[in-house]
């Protein structure tokens, strides 16, 4: 399209002291569809209809507009070629492709914050809720409302640290919803929980394909970061866990975030963190960083990994923060939920911060923030890469689970 304004110039101009006036005007008029264009796909087009349908619509609009101009210029057989092309391409954006009966697309939806996929596979009976392309959320389809990915249990044994010793109900804060799976385990261990989503759509999918109850929790479809300012609750507990596909977003993880972070704690408040990535070498530089900004935030920090994991893959990194000192000996497994307690929890896994180099680690602020993402670049690389290796496995298999 970028091409049409040039053209339209040269359509337009009759005359050399012409051209920098008519080119002006036409630039003029572009400028101010393209605000307002904005406007309505971001607000309105795009939140509603997605990005498949509104794309093949503008196409099949711009087809028809040059189909209307060779038939004004009687050249019939461009007309021709341009309907089969038509004809032929766009019912394949409707075909649904073959699949193994084992596969089952619950749901399938689109916005600005990716492509939703619910998917069934009976042949391991599990679900999947997966954004982009990225598993989100997995659970047995015997127990909907229990996680089968480990780490969600590891975070609930490291957020009974925010239970109070006398019984007395506990408020925790979780950022970042998914389908709903460790809003279910902070729940059955007593919490009372209010739970942050930028996307409006996650509320109801958990409850309706994750057994997540809405009436347990008060929700708040809003930033994270965003809802963390304007907030004036105070919590026992503070739960991070974001993800746009496999980016964390970087402005929940800066100093300015943090400090604030701080007022919504209680005395002994805990704040645990989920952070994919690396840990050592370069590769490990945005983990150490978001360390060595919570250490200059002023909080006692331990960091909970699996050591064997973590110079291999990408993996789950527990930051465990609070302004007092932590006691890890507070856990009480007799208030976990049983789910949890089948986990690969070990104590073993907890390190000081005394045990990172953190000389080239950057202090992240609202200045530099965004830099976290080219920190973690290869860790984002390489956990899209295992997912297409997933895909590709899954078409070897026929199962043609589309990406889009």
């Not at 990535?277 to 530089?285: F, H, S, V």
């Not at 060595?292 to 930051?319: C, G, W």
Request: net charge negative; hydrophobic share 45%.
């Amino acid at each position: 399209l970028g091409m049409t304004p040039p053209l339209i110039i040269s359509i337009l101009t009759n005359a050399v002291e012409d051209s920098g006036k008519t080119a002006g005007r036409i630039y003029a008029v572009s400028t101010l569809g393209g605000i307002c264009i904005i406007m309505l796909l971001g607000f309105f087009v795009i939140p509603d209809f997605g990005i498949k349908l509104p794309l093949l619509i503008i196409a099949i609009v711009l087809m028809t507009i040059v189909l209307a101009g060779f038939l004004m210029q009687k050249k019939y057989l461009m007309v021709v070629i341009g309907t089969v092309v038509m004809l032929v391409f766009v019912p394949a954006h409707f075909k649904k492709p073959p699949r193994m009966k084992s596969i089952k697309i619950r749901e399938q939806l689109e916005s600005m914050y990716g492509q939703i996929n619910i998917i069934d596979n009976h042949h391991k009976q599990e679900r999947m809720l997966m954004i982009n392309n990225i598993t989100q959320t997995l659970v047995n389809l015997d127990e909907l409302d229990v996680s089968q990915m480990n780490y969600v249990h590891n975070l609930s044994i490291l957020s009974s640290l925010g239970l109070k010793a006398d019984g007395e109900e506990a408020k925790a804060l979780l950022c970042g919803l998914g389908g709903g799976s460790i809003l279910n385990e902070l729940a059955r261990m007593g919490f009372k929980t209010d739970a942050v989503e930028i996307d409006s759509r996650m509320p109801e999918l958990g409850e309706r394909y994750f057994n997540f109850d809405k009436k347990a929790c008060n929700i708040y479809i809003d930033d994270a970061r965003h809802f963390i300012r304007s907030s004036t609750s105070v919590y026992d507990l503070i739960v991070i866990d974001l993800l746009t596909s496999e980016v964390q977003p970087s402005h929940v993880f800066t100093l300015e975030n943090f400090i604030h972070i701080k007022s919504l704690l209680n005395e002994k408040g805990i704040l645990v963190i989920n952070f994919q990535g690396y840990i050592y070498g370069d590769e490990g530089k945005a983990t150490r960083s978001i360390l060595k900004t919570l250490l200059e935030a002023q909080y006692n920090v331990e960091v909970y990994f699996n050591p064997d994991e973590i110079r291999k893959i990408v993996t789950d990194i527990f930051f465990i923060a609070s302004t007092q000192e932590i006691d890890f000996n507070e856990i009480d497994y007799s208030r976990i939920n049983n789910c949890c307690k089948h986990s690969q929890f070990t104590m073993e896994y907890l390190y000081q911060p005394e045990s990172f180099n953190l000389e080239n680690a950057v202090l992240l602020t609202d200045d530099n923030g965004p830099i976290l993402d080219l920190f973690n670049k290869k860790a984002n690389e390489d956990w899209r890469s295992g997912f297409v290796k997933e895909y590709q496995l899954w078409k070897e298999q026929q199962l043609n689970v589309p990406l889009f």
